[in-house]
């Protein structure tokens, strides 16, 4: 009998070209497919939550994929898949799930978090926080990030070769907070435009490090011109958190 199977997975994206499978680069989601085909004997396709770009982790990415195998029990599809996948990527958790559950049009929303460090690096947190070499203003921020909230045109964060017809997102949550030595922003939405996370991250510590009030960045945004967002972010300090479905 086929069993549409949910798969928890995370990855340390420092090797891959994002999570999207490619025809000749190495992607998360092309790993999980050999995987799969070693185990059935013939392809399986794998549909994921949404895509990550390439340098950026996960810890709670959601995939599913359906299959005729009935000797395996849903919950054991995990670790016989982590036997068959290369270090980079674990299988946290598998189950079994309705037919008519899909990881991507399914979902609710999406959590991701942004690991900052406020000096320089040591050479072990290189690959998964970035350097500010300063501590921002918290308040100013967060300020920044109650703009967000709800419906929000977002085309002033869309990166560069964007398809998506609609700009608008709907932001459930926009905050930065510490932990210890580190900083973090989380942003929970239903959806996210291509870069979006990483440039709203570097807009937001682009403007409060010049001191622009959240009246100013709330002009900027409702521009909706590209131009006026502050720098992409590099990949290394952004993980996908969490899946709501």
């Known amino acids: 009998m086929r069993r549409n199977i949910k798969l928890v997975i995370a990855y340390d994206g420092t090797d891959f070209c994002g999570w999207q499978r490619q025809d000749k680069d190495r992607t998360v989601q092309g790993e999980i497919e050999l995987a799969l085909e070693k185990m059935h004997g013939e392809p399986v396709s794998l549909a994921g939550c949404g895509r990550t770009d390439s340098g950026v982790h996960a810890v709670g990415q959601i995939a599913n994929f359906f299959t005729d195998i009935d000797s395996i ?16 990527v674990r299988i946290l958790h598998s189950c079994g799930v309705d037919d008519n559950f899909h990881a991507r049009f399914s979902a609710v929303s999406r959590t991701y978090r942004y690991f900052f460090i406020c000096r320089s690096l040591l050479p072990h947190q290189r690959l998964y926080n970035v350097c500010l070499r300063r ?60 870069n979006m996370v990483r440039s709203v991250a570097g807009t937001f510590l682009h403007y409060e490090e010049n001191s622009a009030s959240p009246e100013q960045l709330r002009k900027i945004i409702a521009s909706g011109e590209r131009s006026q967002a502050g720098p992409t972010l590099p990949p290394q300090g952004l993980f996908l958190w969490n899946v709501e479905y």
């Open 135 to 194: 501590f921002p203003d918290i308040a100013l921020l967060n300020a920044y990030g109650r703009l967000l909230l709800g419906e929000t045109d977002c085309s002033i964060f869309a990166g560069a070769g964007d398809t998506s017809n609609s700009k608008n997102r709907y932001i459930y949550s926009s905050v930065f907070f510490t932990e210890g030595e580190k900083l973090i922003f989380e942003i929970r939405a239903n959806a996210f435009l291509r």
């Open 73 to 88: 029990p849903s919950d054991r599809f995990s670790p016989a898949l982590n036997t068959l996948l290369p270090h980079d």
